[in-house]
Nanobody, 113 residues
Framework: VQLVESGGDLVQPGGSLRLSCVAS????????MYWVRQAPGKGLEWIST???????DYAESVEGRFTTSRDNAKNTLYLEMNSLKSDDTAVYFC????????RGQGTPVTVSS
């Protein structure tokens, strides 16, 4: 299984970003997928889940600001992030489990003015 995240960047508070995760080596359409993040000096934090049929769930810290979606035809997972805050600064990973044990290399997001 290979997961490759992209789209991270430096963005100002209040800004938006869209992250992508391309999956290979698995039947993507059969997997629940997850986004987790790791802020500087902290552990992994689960932030969202998307089921095989597109139902979503979010951590309270991102509810209403972040949206997870998937395109099974492209084996791709997305994370749309709006109203970004400095507390959202982290490396973001997609994963096939909510603990982030099987995750990609991550993409860094820095929210700063």
């Amino acid at each position: 299984v290979q997961l490759v995240e992209s789209g991270g960047d430096l963005v100002q508070p209040g800004g938006s970003l869209r992250l992508s995760c391309v999956a290979s080596g698995l039947r993507f359409e059969t997997y629940w997928m997850y986004w987790v993040r790791q802020a500087p000096g902290k552990g992994l934090e689960w932030i969202s889940t998307i089921t095989r049929d597109g139902r979503t769930d979010y951590a309270e810290s991102v509810e209403g600001r972040f949206t997870t979606s998937r395109d099974n035809a492209k084996n791709t997972l997305y994370l749309e992030m709006n109203s970004l805050k400095s507390d959202d600064t982290a490396v973001y990973f997609c994963s096939t489990d909510s603990d982030g044990r099987q995750r990609g290399q991550g993409t860094p997001v820095t929210v700063s003015s």
